[in-house]
């Protein structure tokens, strides 16, 4: 196992309009993926041709951080893998205050609440881009992504809580949500 924690986002060539409903997601095609190595300290996107390259960041991985990363991007990954990606340790944000909250929350209104800045896009426009061959754009907004994610999973890290809007109402909820850090043993990085 690697010493890396990668935080990581996709965005697709189509949608599950596409293809038939969500639960076709293995037909849902990556068009780019977004990552943060924390180990080079560094962000990455990689087209539809350079999966090879985010394949091998990820053989790297201790550690796989995402928003809704398990249900989806890895999902729609695996099928360029080589290795079963379910092997390595993953944080999905998404999937810890479902945990606590009991419902979702989109990464716009999360970003808004806890960080002050907003999203500059979602998935369809992202499909969007895509298809008209705005890659630069198209990657743009997905380490955008990337950056958001890993801003919100350093305040779980850091302070243990999130903000999260209420429905209907100007306050906020505090939620608790906490990751600790497994110390590398000098063992598992030979």
């Known amino acids: 196992m690697g010493a890396d924690k990668i935080v990581f986002d996709i965005e697709t060539k ?5 293809v038939g409903g969500d639960h076709n997601i293995e037909k849902l095609e990556v068009s780019v993926v977004g990552a ?7 962000y990455f996107c990689f ?8 394949v091998a960041l990820v053989r790297s991985a201790r ?3 995402g928003f809704s990363s398990k249900r989806f991007d890895a999902a729609v990954l695996k099928k360029h893998f080589p290795f079963n990606i379910a092997t390595i340790p993953h944080f999905d944000i998404l999937e810890e ?3 606590v909250l009991g419902r979702r929350i989109g ?3 999360l970003a808004e609440a806890n960080l002050g800045i907003g999203k500059t896009g979602h998935g369809l426009e992202a499909i969007d881009l895509y298809r008209r061959g705005d890659i630069q754009k198209l990657k ?3 380490v955008n992504d990337v950056k958001i994610t890993k801003d919100i999973f350093e305040l779980i890290k850091n302070r243990g809580f999130l903000w999260i809007p209420e429905r209907g109402i100007p306050q906020m909820k505090k939620i608790e ?14």
């Open 177 to 190: 949500i906490s990751y600790h850090e497994e110390p590398i043993s000098q063992a598992s990085l030979i």
């Open 63 to 65: 550690l796989l951080i």
């Open 140 to 142: 743009d907004y997905c």
């Open 14 to 18: 189509n949608s599950f309009a596409d």
């Open 47 to 54: 087209n539809e041709y350079e999966l090879d390259q985010f």
């Open 97 to 99: 205050i479902e945990k």
């Open 107 to 109: 990464l716009g209104v």
């Open 36 to 42: 943060y190595s924390y180990a080079q300290d560094k």
